[in-house]
């Protein structure tokens, strides 16, 4: 289990953290959303001890990275968005040498290179130098060197820069085979990302976090309340009149008119359906419903909501 709590880091005046507080437990895949100089990837070297805090506590398994970091970094296996590679040494090599750097050695080691290129799909270029295998092949050997010796969290930073779509395609796949054995967190901006892998997503806009909840109950909570777009045959006034006299509608707006209809757009209360009893009482003025849709926010939606003012 991961816990991070009242995290931040500054470079000068600008902090790039700002005091925050999550957790994560195995089985689950978090994604870290937000535009570029969120705060991201800082938080992500925080968590994996190649940079320190200004404040605030991480802990896992209730071991502090802070305090042992040498202990800590055994539970967490990191891939940055550029995977630290020797082009010159082959696959192998490069597994070799980070697997030792993770203390292992002999047959543990061996076993070990077995076992990651296996799960990732890399016999075929063990042996292949690093500079002659593409971009997908490469994030693959360095999502690899993340799993040697078994670590409990695996943190991924923009795991599908640079690929084709075949690629991005292949890596989600992988990404979703390691929540079976990890807690897997990973950073992106890409929407179709979070709506394909993530148990759980974090929004963070300049350093802050604006929203830490699953995807489905971030949508429920602005989809509780339903918002109609109507499109009368009438006056915009006489519209009006009827809406103001619903005290189940929260607001509303005239966002077109003409000589002959207008279109209102309506946001009831939470918890409240109006199309019913709307459309009888707009009947029952002489006013024709024309068109009447309900508009359901997307995830895509929410993301730009909370970081639009922030970028």
Known sequence: MLKVSHLSKSYGERKVVDDLSFE????????????????????MSMITGFLAPDDGTILINDISMVREPGKA?????????????????????????????????????????????ERMGLKYVRQHLVRQISKGYKQRTGLAEALLAD????????????????QIAEMRELVRELREEHTVIFSTHILSEVDSLCDHVMVLSEGKLLANDTPEKLLAEVNAKQRLTMVLKGASTAAERIVKSKEEIESFTVVGEDSSSCTIRITAKAGEDLREELSKSFSAAGMTVLELSVQRTTLEEVYLDLTYVKE
């Open 24 to 43: 994560a437990v195995k089985g689950k895949i978090y994604g870290f959303l937000g535009p570029n100089g969120a705060g991201k990837s800082t938080t």
């Open 73 to 117: 970094r055994k539970q967490v296996g990191y891939l940055p968005e550029v995977p630290p590679l020797y082009p010159d040494l082959t696959v192998e090599e490069n597994l070799s040498y980070a697997a030792e750097l993770k203390g292992l050695k002999g047959k543990e080691k061996k076993a070990e290179l077995d076992r990651v290129c």
């Open 151 to 166: 670590p409990e969290i695996i943190i991924l930073d923009e795991p599908s820069s640079g690929l084709d779509p075949r």
